[in-house]
């Protein structure tokens, strides 16, 4: 069933584990990403960044995709087809288009105009039923032409754009978009205790999932973080399985050149890390 993020996190919060979001770039990642999750019972949401949208037509595109294999696979666990990290033009395409849960992105503006637009969008999309994430504070790295630091969030601001009412909240703790570094000093737990202390109950979501050590995203999910973003280690299963079907001469095996053929290696690899990641999250059997 297709719905918010509301309820699947209210529940995560209740119950100490974390719902993976699962970003996907095509009908392969969608498909993969659904199958996993009906097979191990776990409730999930499906990340569709700015750039990703552009890529597969745009968001009506997206939503009828997601909406219609839904339906086709006979999915009966919880999904919501959420915005990530858009700006506040992407935040109102997306909810014109049927998505059920949208992030608004503003920790690169100032953060009065982050409040104000946050505040807005929040009303606009709860009057709407669907569930909203902002955030503050920098993920470190690149997203959709949006560069940081990493910069840690300052405890004090996360309370202010928590009591909008948003239903998560992205805090930068010294995570990042795509590969860490060698020399990554790890997630700051001392400032997600902070968060939590000012924001409650309210799910928190740590982007950047991929290539965190399993232990402190254990950890952070024991603090409080009930959301683990997952995108950059999907791309590189895909891509490794891809590149090893191809050096091994695979594609020129009778139609193995097929894309059905082709691409299944890839599909699989990503359903590898959908398992990987959920049991890492403790999200089994919780749908």
């Known amino acids: 069933m297709i719905v918010s993020a509301k309820e699947m996190l209210e529940k995560a919060v209740a119950g100490h584990y974390a719902v993976p979001q699962f970003n996907i770039n095509n009908l392969e ?10 097979e191990l019972k776990v409730p999930v949401i499906l990340g569709v960044s700015m750039g990703a949208g552009k890529y597969m037509g745009g968001y009506k595109t997206v939503a ?63 009057k709407l039923g669907l569930s909203i994430e902002c955030e503050v504070g920098g993920i470190g790295g690149e997203e959709d032409g949006v560069i940081s630091t990493g910069e840690c969030a300052d405890p004090e601001e996360c309370k202010i754009i928590a009591d909008l009412g948003v239903d998560m909240l992205a805090a930068g703790i010294g995570n990042i978009h795509g590969a ?85 290696p890839g599909a699989e690899a990503i359903k590898r890390v959908c398992r990987e990641r959920s049991e890492v999250f403790g999200c089994v059997g919780k749908a």
Not at 29 to 38: A, H, Q
Not at 192 to 217: F, N, R, W, Y
Not at 221 to 234: F, T
Request: aromatic letters at 8%.
């Open 29 to 38: 990642w969608t498909k993969s990403i659904l199958t996993v999750c009906e």
């Open 64 to 126: 009828a995709m997601v909406y219609a294999m839904h339906d086709s696979l006979g999915i009966t666990v919880p999904v919501a087809l959420h915005l990530d990290h858009g700006n506040y033009d992407a935040a109102y395409e997306c909810i014109k288009a049927g998505f059920t849960s949208i992030m608004f992105d503003g920790s690169s503006l100032p953060f009065e105009e982050n409040l104000a637009k946050a505040k807005e969008l929040v009303a606009v999309a709860h």
């Open 180 to 264: 860490y570094p060698a020399n990554w000093a790890g997630l700051q737990f001392d400032v997600l205790e902070a968060i939590k202390a000012k924001t409650g109950d309210m799910p928190l979501v740590l982007h950047g999932g991929s290539g965190i050590p399993d232990d402190q995203v254990r950890k952070a999910v024991s603090m409080g973080v009930a959301k683990v973003n997952v995108n950059s280690e999907c791309q590189w299963a895909f891509a490794a399985a891809t590149r090893e079907y191809i050096e091994q001469g695979k594609d020129k095996q009778g139609k193995g050149f097929d894309p059905r053929k082709l691409l299944a």
